[in-house]
């Protein structure tokens, strides 16, 4: 049919239902793809760590109770804390090397009157912090 004239009719320009169904599923593609980066476009920025300060022991108090009435004696030793993560781990070395862990506050038996102890508290938060301090008791807040 060579020289012959086309015969294109007026219906030519439409789009079939495949090439319809393909230009979807590219707009759908698109989309899918860049969906990740136009929403973190969109969200706002994280906030910024938090600072918990700088953490600090200090003793608050000191005191031998007693005599129970197997004449024993108990000794009660605290400290207080600021800054830190949160939780934090508190360990009392006591001067004769004994070790215990505790929230803050610690207490220890004595089978008669300990003229006065001394110890070491060890305080480290959840953000690697450390702080110590010296504690004895009878405590007198200075």
Do not use: C
């Amino acid at each position: 049919m060579a020289g012959q004239k086309s015969t294109a009719s007026n219906d030519d320009w439409f789009w079939t239902a495949g090439e319809i169904a393909l230009i979807i599923g590219g707009l759908i593609g698109a989309m899918i793809y860049l969906w990740p980066s136009v929403r973190a476009a969109t969200q706002p920025p994280p906030p910024p760590p938090i600072n918990y300060g700088t953490l600090v022991v200090t003793q608050s108090f000191g005191d031998i109770l007693g005599p129970e009435p197997d004449g024993s004696y108990i000794v009660t030793l605290g400290v207080d804390t600021m800054g830190g993560e949160l939780p934090l781990t508190y360990t009392l070395t006591w001067s004769d090397g004994y070790t215990q862990t505790g929230n803050g506050t610690f207490q220890r038996d004595f089978p008669g009157y300990p003229n006065s102890l001394q110890g070491t508290v060890s305080v480290v938060s959840t953000d690697g912090q450390h702080a110590s301090v010296s504690v004895t008791a009878p405590f007198t807040p200075g």
